[in-house]
């Protein structure tokens, strides 16, 4: 494991804590970044439920569904 992808799973840890500072709770989370030329991952969820996580959303950005309503562009299929 390279120095940035050692520094990635420390940068996790970081990032569950304010995800569960900001939401009142713990939140489940996939973070996708591009490391050492491939797709690499951080996660605090098992791997499967992490992949259904990303199949949900990319299945929901195919459909051209907002995530929420905040999200919503009116060029966007409903």
């Not at 304010?18 to 030329?37: K, R, T, W």
């Amino acid at each position: 494991m390279s120095s940035a992808s050692v520094r990635l799973s420390l940068f996790a840890e970081g990032v569950q804590g304010a995800l569960a500072a900001a939401a009142g709770e713990p939140v489940s989370f996939v973070l996708i970044v591009q490391c050492d030329g491939v797709a690499q991952y951080v996660s605090n969820c098992e791997r499967k439920d992490g992949a259904d996580m990303i199949e949900s959303l990319l299945a929901r950005w195919k459909a051209g569904r907002a995530d929420i309503p905040a999200h919503y562009n009116p060029d966007l299929k409903r």
